[in-house]
């Protein structure tokens, strides 16, 4: 390739001639078809590796397509402009016309035509998400899918990305930095990305190893530009960088494997965490604490909803609370220290394809009810507002997925109305037979001792988690009366949930309390049990038998045609201020939360009885108690909920074993790390050997075989000098053969006519009896400092052979 | 026509009994001698920066007695004429023409001894024998013999009464290096000897002229690499590029040195050249080309010191393929 064909961007007639030997300048790495191809393939690997951060935010087809797309056009246009030797502002115009043409197929699929042209509509979209789509796209729940305009930031940054890459690699004279916009996506792909590190060792490590095979192809490009050397020094040289990188990736290997074993698992503070949530629950009274209040005769018969499409016996949730502080119970905060208080803007949807149950759809419309929290059921899909405000609450709607708890930071009011399709939650027909889940709710604090006293009389440690909480619940129904201490109620009943309020319910005869008490008792209780529990304020569709609250219309219109949802009731159901309710929701050991009911029916209530009996409970446990969770994630590690199921031998020595097989494969995971660079070292001297002894040519080997001499005395500590002709090598190492040796290969490298038959081996021969030599007077430790040296493969071997024209 | 091994095992062999017979003579300095051959074999000539008394008269002479030649010493005086070294055309009477009277400068080998005491004309006038190998007076050429060399010596320009060498004169020798006081036991030797007069001791003659003649015929013949070459270039081109350099080495300079480099080859008995064939002679060759920059030598910075640096910044070649 001549030096016009490498270099000569600008000249036209050049043009044909780059086409076929390579892309760019002689500054870049474009030089020959083969390493534009490996430099651009180099490319799209450093830019995957970035994008990695990014799925978490998607997780939909939809990115990788935008993705993929920006890749190619970013990429497509940089190479353009470096074969053409275009302006930067030419590049930039090809760019812009590459964002407005193909970002709405990518990043707004749903505004382009077909699925592939743009409409206006979606052009003003995509324009409009370049500046506005950033601080939408972390105040978001994710993933978001494709919603809206969501996909616009990845999209552009990726073909801006894209562009600089290929334009730092093949137009400039450090190629070396087309590493940079890549790391400025990754790095932005971290900001706006999620707060767990689910994907972080993974994209790290990713980058990494990209980043090194990018470097090492760079300096191999400028190696071989200098020419002037043999293909097996070449090779040698390439060996050499390979040999450094994999040494380089091997200590980031061991780096991230100690770091992934011994640092703590935290949170990220990203920009997602510092944004100012679009909703902070703990603004707004815990709906318990005003539970009380709903049973205000003068306001009870109020209505407050009317839901068509509820199940039968499924409670319309108001929130979900899972913070209780020995006062209030309540929704966390969105400071981060519960998940319940963590609530971000819904997309078009959510994906709840792993959660079990029955899908369900109800439709809203709001009366008397004005609060900020939206009542709904199990775990929402999607959900559309209607009524005139219907737009205002689209935007201001926020969800916690985790808790199944939405909201709107305006509060509902009269004649708002909406439709939300659900996975209801199932129904608990095997109690007794679950397990704890391992979700960590926050701490609580301890329950009063009457209430555990009534735990231990009701469900003795002895018995399975799952018959425990059945026996709470059961033993609430069967002694427990309602009142809610209002005028028309016969027997007082003071409200409120703190700890001492708890302890009275438990304590009292007859036990007298309502949905505010029992749902907290029976979520304490749940947690001594073991089970993760939580709160839930909502209203109860009333029994048919009162007559009052079924209308039993017939549903229409709200429901679409073919949707595969339980509609079937079809009845509309009016719900009134005294309709409202608390009761629990425990998770299981597959993760899903079952609802239960600790409220006895309601019944009369007996007469007080003068004196106060000891509640009769068995003895104390010896069993230590389950330790309370403190974690907030519900990604965590999971709780140590099963201490008291026995296990057998068969399991405990299994455990034993794995145990002991984790720490016994950690341990050679590790030292196969560590010992990793060293053996690479190793191998890369056989293989340089193997190399030297199997070149090309007679006078390739027979160089090769003082080179591999050289070497080994290199390792041996002889200062084999840079510069230094054979003989002097030889005469640095001592001896008559090593002269004899260097004579040899003198003559078949200068004399004329070159190396005769055999020489070769003779050589070889030579060298391995002078490597023999080399190593016999010394102890094995010095041969293995010798074999792992880096010497020859270090220092002087680059000044030796890189300073060779 | 490339030499042979067995033409070069018999060079060798030569030079061997050659430098063997000098070293008689001039105890313990065998490079030296090795050096003063291979600048007589390659057809060069031989400055010896020496201060008196260090055997360069007996060099000349035992070098001569040596090859069955002819040899003359001149020394070299403020007031010595270019025709006292040429010769002159005189008038014969008898004959009634005029007769050339050969000079000093006749002979294979003349010592020109403390050339720097003489004037620069005079200077020129044997330097322009030792480039043309001829002497021309009245429009008569006149060959000075083959084979002809020329070894100079002149004293440390720091003495009283001398005339720098111009340094395009100083480009015409093929070598420059200096004999030094003998070692310990080679002193030890001398005196034992003293009672001998220096001019007594009689060399054997070892090879005849015509000999000589062929041997430095059969030394251009010695196969040089192209990767020899450029490394001779890349030499020559650092000792340009150095800082401290004000003139680096010419072309003729190069030249030089592959031609003494196939002398010190064959010498060895090799057909062919070695990096190490130019290591060993680039200081004889190259250092006395170099103009040092007026700051460098007053820093101490010698043509030695240059050279020697330059060999060690500069890779030779180890394979076929470097160039």
Known sequence: ?805 | MTMTPDEAARFASNLDRLVGAVETVLLGKNRVVRLAFTAFLSEGHLLLDDVPGTGKTSLARAMAQSVHGTSNRVQFTPDLLPGDITGVTVYDQRSGAFEFHPGPVFANIVLADEINRASPKTQSALLEVMEEGQVTVDGQTHPVGHPFMVIATQNPVEQAGTYRLPEAQLDRFLMRTSIGYPDHASTIRILEGADQRAHDVQVEPQLHAAEIVQMAASARTVHVDPTIHDYVSRLVDATRTTREVRLGVSVRGALALIRAAKTHAAGRGRHYVVPDDVKALAEPVLAHRLILDAEAEFDGVTASNLIAQVLIETPPPSSRQAV
């Open chain 1, 1 to 805: 390739m001549s030096a016009r064909q490498r270099g000569d961007v600008g000249a036209a007639a050049g043009t044909a001639a780059r086409v076929r030997a390579g892309i760019g300048s002689a500054s870049g790495v474009g030089r020959s078809a083969w390493s534009t191809a490996i430099s651009i393939a180099l490319l799209v690997l450093l830019l995957a590796a970035a994008l990695i951060p990014w799925w978490p935010v998607y997780e939909s087809t939809e990115f990788l397509v935008a993705a993929a797309v920006a890749v190619v056009a970013g990429m497509g246009v940089g190479l353009l402009g470096a074969w053409r030797a275009w302006p930067s502002w030419k590049v930039l115009v090809a760019l812009v016309a590459a964002f407005l043409l193909l970002g709405v197929p990518a990043a707004v699929p749903s505004r382009a035509y077909a699925g592939v042209l743009p409409t206006p509509q979606g052009v003003l979209d995509l324009i409009a998400a370049t500046a506005l789509s950033w601080k939408q796209l972390v105040t978001i729940a994710v993933p978001v899918g494709s919603y809206q305009a969501l996909l616009v930031p990845p999209f552009l940054l990726t073909l801006l990305a894209s562009a600089a890459a290929v334009t730092i690699a093949f137009r400039t004279r450090h190629p070396v930095v087309a590493v940079l916009p890549s790391a400025l996506l990754m790095a932005a792909g971290i900001l706006l990305g999620v707060v767990h590190d689910a994907f972080a060792i993974a994209a790290g490590l990713w980058f990494l190893v990209a980043t090194v095979a990018w470097l090492v192809n760079v300096a191999i490009l400028d190696r071989q530009a200098l020419g002037g050397r043999s293909a097996v020094e070449r090779a040698l040289g390439d060996a050499r960088r390979l040999l450094g990188a994999s040494a380089v990736l091997a200590v980031a290997l061991v780096g991230a494997s100690a770091a992934a074993f011994l640092t703590p698992v935290s949170a990220r503070t990203v920009v997602r965490s510092e944004v100012q949530q679009p909703f902070e629950p703990r603004a707004h009274e815990s709906p318990l604490a005003s539970f009380r209040a709903a049973f205000d005769p003068l306001a009870a018969d109020d209505v407050m909803l009317e839901v068509r499409g509820l199940p039968p016996g499924t409670g319309l949730a108001v929130a979900t609370l899972d913070t209780y502080d020995g006062i209030v119970y309540s929704v966390g905060g969105a400071d981060g220290t519960s998940v319940s208080g963590s609530f971000t803007r819904l997309p078009y949807r959510l994906d709840q394809t792993g959660v079990e149950g029955e899908p369900v759809r109800i439709s809203v419309e709001v009366a008397a009810y004005d609060d900020v929290w939206v009542p709904g059921v199990g775990q929402l899909e999607r959900i559309d507002f209607g009524g005139p405000r219907a737009e205002t609450l689209a935007d201001g709607f926020v969800y916690n997925d985790t808790t199944g708890t939405g909201a709107v930071a305006t509060g509902l009011a009269r004649g708002d109305a909406y439709t939300a399709w659900s996975i209801a939650m199932l129904d608990p027909s095997e109690l007794a037979e679950m397990q704890p889940g391992t979700s960590v709710v926050p701490a609580a604090p301890e329950p009063p001792p009457e209430l555990e006293e009534l735990l231990d009389a009701w469900a003795p440690v002895s018995e399975a988690p799952g018959q425990r909480l059945a026996a709470v619940i059961q033993g609430f129904h069967a002694i427990g009366y309602v009142s809610h201490g209002t005028t028309s109620d016969s027997v007082p009943s003071r409200s409120g949930h703190a700890l001492d309020r708890i302890a009275q319910l438990a304590t009292d005869q007859p036990m007298v309390g309502d949905g505010e008490q029992y749902a907290v008792a029976a979520a304490l209780m749940a947690r001594r049990i073991g089970f993760p529990a939580r709160v839930v304020v909502g209203y109860t569709v009333p029994e048919p038998a009162a007559g009052e609250t079924a209308s039993g219309e017939t549903a229409s219109g709200g429901a679409a045609a073919g949707d595969a949802v339980a509609d079937a009731t079809a009845t509309t159901t009016v719900l009134r201020r005294d309709d409202l309710q608390a009761w629990i929701e425990v998770q299981r050991a597959d993760g899903a939360w079952i609802a239960l009911d600790p409220n006895p029916d309601p019944r009369d209530i007996p007469e007080r009885e003068p004196d106060q009996p000891e509640i009769v409970s068995r003895p104390e446990s010896a069993l230590p108690p389950p330790p309370e969770r403190t974690q907030v994630d519900e990604n965590d590690s999971p709780a140590d909920g099963t201490d008291e199921r026995p296990q057998d031998d068969l399991g405990r020595w299994l455990g034993v074993l794995t145990t002991v097989a984790t720490i016994v494969g950690l341990s050679v995971l590790v030292l196969a790390l560590i010992a990793s660079p060293f053996l690479a070292v190793i191998v890369a001297k056989i293989r340089r050997r193997r190399v030297r002894r199997l070149a090309e040519s007679p006078v390739d080997r027979i160089e090769g075989g003082w080179q591999e001499f050289a070497d080994t005395a290199a390792d041996y500590g002889y200062p084999i000098r840079a510069n230094s002709t054979r003989a002097e090598q030889a005469v640095t190492v001592g001896g008559l053969a090593p002269l004899v040796l260097a004579s040899v290969v003198d003559r078949a490298v200068f004399a004329p006519g070159g190396p005769q038959d055999g020489d070769d081996e003779r050589v070889w021969r030579s060298v391995d009896e002078l490597q023999r030599r080399l190593a016999a007077p010394r102890t094995r430790r010095e041969r293995l400092r010798a074999a792992i040296s880096l010497t020859s493969l270090g220092g002087y071997a680059v000044s030796r052979r890189g300073g060779r024209r």
